[in-house]
């Protein structure tokens, strides 16, 4: 097949992809920290608030989704589908990189893989930092590949400048992509021509000197994209207006009070569990052992992309004393990367010992290929996507993410049919509206089911993390009662940070609503003067 022949095929499955990422895709009710990320993508553009514009965490995806301008009510739709579009420059990346280094097949067997895995699609489907993370990611290990192929440009080389660029850009994307950085540097130590006998400290620096071009060029453009953020983080904490870059989850043992070792220990089970739900045991198995085959027939690509994973997932595995599996976003592209390289390269070495002439250009081999592939595609992939288009609440996923997108505090069920029947209640005077007082853990994403100018005049006090403003949330509380002759309370009653025994008022419970899998149940009540 021609080159240029591939291109439709090609171009189809990245359209699937994007259908599959795309389609129904607010089924699943907004996650706490999308909510968080839109908020601050509305005003991202003003430019009034420095600490806003230039502290690293999850910066890019707020400049991204705020080239959208998600209005209010829409936000959730702009933001997810923003994302989902972003996620495919990982999917071309990914097809790309196995294109080069195990040829067609090992092109569109890691499209595939890649357009309908769960772990992908799950993630791609959320107005968060993680799937921009992921495509970035993938794009540096593909920038890296191109760099040591033009290497004989020298320091004019355009790919080492894109690599060290694309290095930045992932880091300002989330902070947990500060080890692909090293990817340039692993692409120039495994995918040199230099014949190693031995590797010994002489051997290395030989590469390096060698190399040292492309890498000075990669790491002055990667050093020239982080600078002002750096110079941002530097002035800040000179003059005493410290920024948070890092938080406590992704502080060892800060979270949870575990020691390093058990942290590693949990991490490295998070990460078995994860691929094996979401990807199902069969193409994990087949991970692994692509890993053994890869560094059997074609050690420095398998050296390459095995370590560029393992570059992805170390800062979440080693760090995160608090792990979401979207941390683990980030490696998935790779991953697959090495199974199509595998299952590739099988294709190969058996169709040398095969003497079968093929038949519509299909060798016997490839036909095999394609009948596991469509088993694992009918097996695992096609009910979860039909599950995340159409009742999210059957997808099979790890436990604790069940928890965190379903039942905990910040997930919109239960918000979304309260914030519906709000409008509904009978308005208060003398405001005219319908008085509400959040007292939930994720208040601020009810907004974006509330038109700003509606009948429901919603409040979100702050009551602090320990709890330790409830007395003002009282306060506030009486004040509302004593003004309007109607005030309603949405509140958790399990929810670890406010003290509801704290309020002075009395309060008659109007409606409840339940969260999926024995989660935390949201009240809406009605608050009366407490004579």
């Known amino acids: ?114 357009a309908f895995s769960p772990f992908l699609i799950f993630f791609d489907r959320l107005a968060l930092s993680d799937g921009l993370t992921a495509a970035l990611g993938m794009l540096v290990i593909w920038a890296s590949l191109l760099m040591m192929r033009r290497a004989n440009y020298g320091k004019r080389c355009p790919l080492a400048i894109l690599a060290g660029f694309l290095s930045g850009l992932v880091i300002v994307s989330k902070l947990l992509g500060l080890p692909m950085a090293g990817v340039p540097l692993v692409a120039v130590f495994t995918l040199n021509h230099t014949k190693i006998r031995r590797i010994n400290f002489q051997t290395l620096w030989q590469i390096l000197r060698t190399h040292r071009d492309q890498l ?54 998070s990460l078995w569990s994860a691929n094996w739900v979401l990807h199902g045991s069969f193409l994990w198995i087949m991970m692994l052992a692509g890993v053994a085959f890869l560094l059997w027939k074609r050690p420095r690509e398998g050296s390459y992309l095995i370590l560029s994973t393992v570059l992805a997932w170390s800062m979440s595995v080693v760090f995160a004393a608090d792990l979401s599996t979207r941390y683990l976003t980030l490696g998935v592209l790779p991953s697959l990367v090495i199974v199509a390289g595998a299952i590739s390269l099988a294709i190969q070495e058996i169709a040398k010992i095969n003497i079968e002439k093929p038949a519509l250009h299909v060798t016997m081999p490839e036909r095999g290929a394609i009948a596991v592939l469509l088993v694992w595609l009918v097996w695992i992939p096609l009910p979860f996507i039909n599950h995340a288009w159409n009742d999210p609440t059957k997808l099979h996923l790890p436990q604790a993410d069940q928890w965190e997108y379903f039942g905990n505090f910040g997930s919109g069920y239960g918000l979304i049919a309260a914030a519906h029947d709000m409008e509904t209640l009978p308005r208060s005077e003398p405001s005219g509206r ?33 709890g330790e403003f409830m007395q003002d949330v009282a306060n506030l509380v009486d004040q509302r009662v004593a003004e309007e002759s109607t005030v309603y309370l949405l509140v958790e009653p399990k929810l670890r940070f406010t003290d509801l025994s704290m309020l002075h008022v009395r309060w008659e419970l109007i409606h409840s609503y339940p969260r999926p899998f024995n989660g935390m149940t949201v009240e809406l009540w009605r608050a009366y003067p407490n004579k």
């Open 434 to 466: 319908v008085q509400v007082i959040g007292l939930v853990g994720s208040c601020h994403q009810i907004r974006l089911y509330l038109d700003e100018y509606g009948p429901v005049k919603l409040e979100c006090p702050f009551f602090g993390w320990q």
């Open 216 to 269: 000075m060029t990669a790491y002055v453009t990667f050093g020239l994209v982080m600078l002002p953020f750096i110079w941002h983080i530097v002035d800040r904490t000179i003059t005493g207006k410290y920024v948070n870059v890092v938080n406590n989850n992704l502080i060892n043992g800060a979270a949870e009070e575990k020691s390093p070792p058990q942290v590693l220990i949990d991490n490295l089970h």
């Open 1 to 114: 097949m021609k080159r240029s022949q591939e291109i439709l095929p090609t171009a189809l499955l990245i359209l699937l992809a994007f259908f599959i990422r795309a389609h129904s895709i607010q089924a699943l009710p907004p996650f706490n920290d999308e909510s968080l990320h839109i908020r601050r993508a509305e005003i991202i553009y003003k430019f009034t608030d420095r600490n806003l514009n230039m502290t690293l965490g999850k910066l890019l995806s707020y400049y991204w989704i705020g080239l959208f301008h998600p209005a209010r009510l829409d936000a959730i739709f702009v933001g997810r589908t923003a994302s989902a579009l972003f996620a495919l420059l990982g999917l071309a990346a990914a097809y790309s990189t196995a294109r080069i280094l195990f040829g067609r097949v090992g092109g569109w067997i890691t499209l595939i893989l890649a």
